[in-house]
């Protein structure tokens, strides 16, 4: 599956305020996804960002004025209507309090406000400027109004500015903007779908320093958490310990063992429409978990076990509507473990894979699965991107029998 970005036409505009230089990092993110990007400048941002070098990254001369007919395709002075009509999404980055007040208020004075007028794409606008100017009553109304125009605007973060304040304003990072621009323009197929994901490892104390768990990062659960709430989703992600970022737009609940887990998954479980235990739970735990840090030379030689709950097997007995998803890391027997658990589970589908597979499983970025299905059918997937892969599993779950 292509990413959904790759082939689109996108115009970055770019206004003139410090951030801009950020504007170079998100073209070439957008460059990386495959997307075709043309760059639409007003005249101040180019004091703050060299022309030669967004020309550069997308490959094509910038456009800053709009009677330069030399930026025009075809040679015709009228690129503005041109490239609003070729665009798949239009993204301002940053944009100054001058821009969002003039598209609030239909001003055509410059290239990048008359072409905004004739675009019919989905627009995105990032506004970055300082705090003060950013509360300014004017700028907020304008942005509520430039909302109800039907621009999706990604809120400024907080921060200590470049011009020395100290709140809202800051352009938020090529990546958060790439993220937001991928969700927008992801159709909402899975909308009014209640998903839940679990991710990452659980945590299984011995004592407030020590525990068992597993090199499980998160990354295969928060894709696929990501994926399923830009195709509208309603999401939550119980995830066990990771380094990863909160998804935008999913609710995270945070726990660290199976049995909160197992706690967070089954309250939420009778709503549900799809589970998907992507998590790596512990078997296993301590069973007595001590109150201080043991010292070395009071320890015992051995650890007694209890088992943990089995989330994903109790909620395959309890299942009514929901389709249910397992993951099966194996080291050996691929098909035949996975397909086990699958009977045994009373799962829907199950994404297997080979951990001891290069790239594949634990930590890594990319992911080789092979889906085992309930009528004894399987698809083996190449080797992907986990964010790709999340959503080529979403699209075998949208196959799968309704219940
Ligand atoms: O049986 P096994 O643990 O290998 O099965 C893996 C699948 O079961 C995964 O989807 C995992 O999230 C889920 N699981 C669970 N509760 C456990 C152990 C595994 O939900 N205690």
Known sequence: MKDILADKNIVLGVCGGIAAYKSAELLRLFIKKGAKVRVMTSKSALKFIGEATLAALSGTSVCSDLFDAETADDGAAIKHIEWAETADAVVIAPATANMVGKLANGIADDALSTFLLAVTAPRFICPSMNTHMYENRAVQRNLDRLEQDGYAILEPGSGSLACGTVGPGRLPEPHEILALVTAGLTPKDLASQKV????????????????????????????????????????????????????????????????????????????????????????????????????????????????????????????????????????????????????????????????????????????????????????????????????????????????
Do not use: W
């Open 196 to 403: 839940l994901v679990t991710a990452g490892p659980t945590h299984e104390p011995l004592d407030p320093v020590r525990y068992i768990g597993n090199p499980s990062s998160g990354k295969m659960g928060f894709a696929l958490a990501t994926a399923a709430a830009d195709r509208g989703a309603d999401v939550t992600l119980v995830s066990g310990p990771t380094v990863l970022a909160d998804p935008p737009g999913v609710e995270l609940v945070r726990v660290k063992t199976a049995q909160e887990m197992y706690t967070a998954v089954m309250e939420r479980f009778a709503d549900l429409d799809i589970l998907i235990k992507s998590a790596a739970v512990s078997d296993f735990r301590p069973d007595t978990c001590c109150d201080q840090k043991v010292k070395k030379d009071k320890a015992a030689d051995t650890i007694c076990l209890a088992r943990n709950p089995d989330i994903l097997k109790e909620a395959g007995h309890a299942k009514k509507q929901q389709l249910l998803i397992g993951f099966a890391a194996e080291t050996e027997h691929l098909e035949i473990y996975a397909t086990g658990k699958l009977k045994e589970k009373n799962l829907d589908m199950i994404v297997g894979n080979l951990v001891t597979q290069a790239e594949a499983g634990f930590q890594a970025d990319t992911n080789q699965v092979t889906l085992f299905f309930k009528d004894g059918t399987h698809a083996t997937l190449p080797l992907m991107e986990k964010a790709q892969l999340a959503h080529v599993i979403l699209d075998h779950i949208r196959q799968l029998p309704a219940r």
